[in-house]
């Protein structure tokens, strides 16, 4: 929500749209290549959008395509998270079993 707009309009004509909206790019690629990809190319995929709708003078499509892209970030960023987590832990308990299973 822009702070100039009270109710959610964007600004007229002669009307200063405020601070573009983060477009969280670098996030979104980072959250792509370490955590996980499918989820973090729809975040790269918004991210990209911010800026073209801001230049372009869709104020309310940018920041709410900023909050789409922070949202898919944030999702991307703990799917990867709990599929390490998961991922070690399965080596962890594989790794015991072998152990105790070796023994005669």
Do not use: H
Not at 33 to 43: K, M, N, R, T, W
Not at 75 to 83: D, P, Q, R, T
């Amino acid at each position: 929500m822009e702070p100039n707009s009270p109710f959610g309009q964007s600004p007229g004509f002669g009307q200063t749209p405020g601070l573009r909206p983060k477009n969280w790019l670098v996030e979104s690629i980072l959250a792509t290549i370490f955590c996980c990809i499918p989820l973090g190319i729809v975040a790269i995929v918004n991210a990209a959008s911010v800026n073209n709708r801001f230049d372009a003078g869709d104020y309310i499509g940018a920041e709410n395509a900023s909050k789409q892209a922070g949202k898919w970030t944030k999702i991307s960023f703990w799917v990867g998270i709990v599929f390490w987590i998961l991922y070690i832990l399965f080596f962890v308990v594989l790794g015991f079993s072998g152990a105790f299973l070796s023994r005669p």
